[in-house]
């Protein structure tokens, strides 16, 4: 019996692996230790495993995940675009644990499809005020010193379908356009010095290669900061639907400006006002009027278990709770957890690497009683910037930003371990 | 060693300097000068100054027979969107409403990102198909179905391109984030009874149930 609550069996499809767990979980019989000893086939009895040989080596000259997680994927809602080539999906924070996002996993949001370029076809060109206009082949580029590190990338539309109230049950559709992955690539300062910035170079133009030439306009002064021009991911190369063979860097600041497939770089005197940055990713007020470079990512947290797609089917007794928390201000300074919707706090225990502007973990371990739950999480960044309730954010900003949601989320935590996303006074 | 060139092995053992490490801020020669044609090829973005708009121009009507037969599919025939593709035309007035209407003429700040948005990603599959006079003639018919011109004979240009003015430029505002109450008060967060009564449920997902594979999963919002 105990094999059903633990994994899920062949045929089975996530769904009725949820039913089947927690109906088994609410059986007397999962008490923990106290439970009666009964002798475990599973022990007693030689497995197929334990007894035959495996698959040799080369047997997946690239790995792949176990066949007993085919639920671990990234998935869309179809209702949401009109096409799946301007769409985006949503990365199952639920199912994963640490703070590294696996590169088959990170969401994707693309503007015009996944562009397919061979690496010996793309070029790079820096041109607009610059004393040389050049032209970078893969090559070139990967002569230049290089850079790692592991920052967070988070859509600025993520949780833009939560403004009006609480729809989606699942934080991978509530908050799964983040991901954090290490990056490796070339600063772009050392770029833009080998063409030679003009001093009225204030504005820089990133191009990707794509069907849809995404573009947007930064600012010198972060081009110069701390942007990358990268080309792995995680290690190895970037994944085609992140911008294989090239991306754009661009920390602590909305995804958009990531701009993948990279292949233009224009330095100008003032923003373009591209369509990415006007009538899109700008942020309306109830006012009507409408914020626009709003660039940075505020403080940011989510409980991704339990969660509506991760119900506790272990009854009650030792629980682990456990989320994400990020800001792009900087370092997370604490983040606490409510188990009774903001009334009583806890600060969390934040676990593993603590990188500047990268996803942080965290655990609150308890002992679950049985009873209902309103769990929240709230983060604090080193420069106190916290998370607002979701409605202080709707009282200055109106239901109609779409971007720049960082609310605090609320799951409802039954007494059979189901969880659904609610909101509370 | 029988791999080694000969060449080599003399340079070497003749005590000829290693390559120098790159000094700091130092230009390492990489790349090649771009071409006058290549940077021509792909720098096609243009500015609300009307710095980048190539030479030519295009009239309503043109605009109206470019616009149905390559637009309309998507955009419908008068730019009013079919399913969940984008609405062009129409929406002045509902930004302040529940479900504003974001549009080129009711949201848009500047009509140059008209004109580059669909030299350099439409239409949709299609991109970079269009000629400068033919980007001209649906820009100025985007403005036909705006009110925004609205004599059928008007002809858009390079030279006249700049006195036109989106209705809504002046409503965007910088970003004032930092000026919300909660980004102001740098207080330490309450930690214990932080409300006064109990948290109530005041409104669940369920009644939307709009989540994948829920039963009835056809809700409302956007990503734009």
Redesign the interface.
């Known amino acids: 019996m105990s094999d059903t609550t633990e994994k899920p069996a062949g045929g089975m499809n996530r769904?009725d692996f949820l039913k089947a767990g927690l109906a088994a979980g609410g059986a007397a019989a999962f008490g923990g230790a106290a439970a009666a000893a009964e002798n475990d086939p599973l022990i007693t009895e030689v497995q197929d495993w334990n007894r035959y040989l495996g698959a040799g080596v080369q047997a997946a000259p690239y790995g792949v995940p176990s066949e007993h997680e085919p639920h671990v994927v990234r998935?869309?809602?179809?209702?949401?675009?009109?096409?799946t080539?301007?769409?985006?999906n949503f990365t199952p924070l639920h199912e994963l644990d640490g703070i590294i996002t696996p590169n088959g996993l990170c969401f994707e949001?693309h503007?015009?499809g996944v562009a397919d370029i061979a690496p010996a076809d793309h070029r790079l060109?820096?041109?607009?005020l610059v004393d040389?206009?050049?032209?970078?082949?893969m090559q070139?580029?990967m002569?230049?010193?290089r850079e790692n590190r592991v920052y967070f990338l988070e859509?600025a539309?993520n949780s833009?379908?939560e403004w009006?109230?609480?729809?989606?049950?699942?934080c991978q559709?509530t908050h799964g356009?983040v991901h954090c992955v290490m990056y490796t690539g070339v600063p772009l300062k050392?770029l833009l010095?080998?063409a030679g910035v003009k001093a009225n170079g204030k504005w820089l133009?990133a191009?990707g290669a794509d069907?849809?030439?995404m573009?947007h306009s930064i600012p010198m002064e972060k081009a110069l900061d701390d942007c990358l021009v990268a080309f792995k991911m995680n290690g190895e190369a970037l994944r085609p639907e992140q911008g294989y063979p090239l991306r754009l860097w661009v920390p602590d600041w909305e995804g958009n400006m990531w701009g993948k497939w990279l292949?233009?770089l224009?330095v100008?005197d003032?923003p373009?006002?591209?369509?990415e940055e006007?009538?899109?990713?700008?942020d309306?007020l109830?006012?009507?009027?409408?914020?626009?470079?709003?660039?940075v990512m505020?403080p940011k947290s989510i409980i991704t278990n339990p969660s509506?797609q991760m119900p506790i089917t272990h009854g009650k007794g030792p629980l682990v709770i456990s989320g994400l928390v990020w800001s792009g201000n900087g370092q997370i300074k604490r983040v606490?957890v409510s188990i009774?919707?903001?009334?009583?706090?806890?600060t969390a225990r934040i676990d593993g690497p603590s990188f500047f502007k990268a996803l942080h973990r965290f655990y609150l371990d308890i002992e679950w009683d049985g009873s209902p739950l309103?769990l929240q999480s709230?983060a604090?960044d080193e420069h106190?910037?916290?998370q607002?309730t979701k409605n202080?954010?709707r009282a200055?900003r109106g239901?109609?930003s779409?971007?720049?949601n960082n609310s605090v989320q609320t799951w409802?935590v039954k007494e059979d371990g189901t969880v659904?996303?609610?909101?509370?006074? | 060693m029988s791999k080694f060139p000969k060449a080599l092995i003399v340079l070497l053992s003749a005590g000829v300097a290693l390559p120098a490490f790159?000094a700091d801020?130092g230009?390492?020669g990489?790349?090649?000068?771009?071409t006058q044609e290549?940077?021509s090829a792909?720098?096609i973005?243009?500015?609300?100054?009307g710095t980048g708009l190539p030479e030519g121009h295009g009239t309503v009507a043109e605009g109206e027979v470019l616009f149905t037969d390559n637009c309309a599919f998507?955009h419908g025939d008068f730019g009013e969107g079919i399913?969940?593709?984008p609405v062009l035309a129409g929406g002045q007035g509902t930004?302040?409403h529940?479900r504003?209407e974001?549009t080129?003429g009711s949201?848009?700040?500047?009509l140059?990102?008209v004109y580059?948005?669909v030299r350099?990603?439409m239409p949709?599959?299609n991109?970079?198909s269009m000629t400068g006079d033919e980007v001209y003639a649906l820009t100025t018919y985007i403005l036909y179905l705006n009110d925004i011109v609205t004599d059928e004979d008007f002809e858009l240009s390079k030279e006249n391109f700049t006195d036109i003015y989106l209705p809504n430029e002046a409503?965007?505002?910088?970003?004032?984030?930092y000026d919300?109450?909660?980004?102001t008060e740098?207080h330490q967060?309450?930690?214990?009874?932080?409300?006064a009564?109990?948290?109530?449920?005041?409104?669940?997902?369920?009644?939307?149930d709009?989540?994948?594979?829920?039963v009835e999963?056809?809700?409302?919002?956007?990503?734009?």
């Open positions: 769904r998935c869309d809602v179809e209702w949401l675009t009109a096409s080539e301007s769409s985006v949001r503007h015009g060109m820096i041109n607009g040389t206009p050049l032209v970078f082949t070139n580029l002569r230049f010193p859509c539309a833009g379908m009006r109230g609480s729809q989606f049950n699942g559709y356009m050392l010095e080998e133009l191009e069907a849809a030439a573009t292949r233009q224009e100008g003032e373009w006002q591209q369509r006007t009538s899109k990713y700008t309306l109830a006012s009507g009027k409408a914020r626009r470079f709003t660039w505020d509506p606490y009774d919707g903001g009334r009583n706090w806890k309103l709230r604090l106190g910037f916290y607002p202080e954010l200055e239901e109609n779409i971007y720049h409802h659904e996303n609610v909101e509370v006074s | 790159a801020g230009k390492l990489l790349g090649r000068p771009a290549e940077v792909w720098d973005d243009v500015r609300p100054d998507c399913g969940r593709w930004l302040t529940e504003p974001k080129v949201y848009w700040p500047y140059s990102t580059d948005y350099r990603a949709f599959g991109a970079r409503n965007f505002i910088s970003d004032s984030r919300e109450p909660f980004n740098k967060p309450c930690m214990t009874d932080c409300k009564e109990p948290a109530k449920i005041t409104m669940c997902a369920r009644i939307l709009v989540t994948p594979s829920s999963d056809d809700g409302a919002g956007t990503v734009d």
